[in-house]
């Protein structure tokens, strides 16, 4: 991966509703300074506060409204069959170039267990996927040489 993708933050409304016309002055901007490339739903784009349904609506917001961008979306969950069916939502989207997914939270599996959880998620689709160690956060951290095998094992890691 070769280029910048910028975090977005989702800003909501007073009832807790993502304000969109926030985030559409916030993208006019960066666009016009030049961005091209966006992470949708990371953590900085308060992910863990949507419903899977409120992800998926602005993720196709955002694409309808930019189609000339490419995006990244953040996928944060422990449980690999979640993470699969979140990425199924978008397989046939093409300006979606890759998933940010975070190494299992809360079980802390150990190194097999990772490579596994990564394995499956690879499989399960040909867009990139980016893996977002964050340990303070996971209470585990996924160790080089492990990523190092995934990513010999699988081109889009």
Request: proline share 4%.
């Amino acid at each position: 991966m070769k280029e910048v993708f910028t975090a977005l933050v989702t800003p909501f409304n007073k009832d807790q509703s993502i304000d969109y016309s926030g985030l559409y002055r916030l993208m006019d901007k960066l666009i016009h300074e030049g961005n091209k490339s966006f992470l949708l739903c990371g953590t900085t784009g308060e992910t863990s506060s949507l419903k899977l349904d409120e992800r998926r609506v602005l993720v196709e917001n955002v694409l309808k409204k930019y189609p000339q961008i490419r995006i990244m979306i953040g996928i944060s969950s422990h449980n690999t069959a979640e993470v699969i069916r979140h990425i199924q939502m978008y397989k046939d989207n093409q300006a979606i170039y890759a998933f940010l997914v975070v190494v299992p939270y809360y079980i802390k599996p150990n190194q097999r267990g990772i490579q596994k959880h990564f394995d499956l998620i690879a499989a399960s689709t040909s867009k990139k996927i980016m893996i977002y160690n964050i340990p303070s956060r996971c209470g585990v951290s996924i160790e080089p040489e492990t990523v190092i095998q995934l990513a010999k094992k699988h081109k889009n890691i």
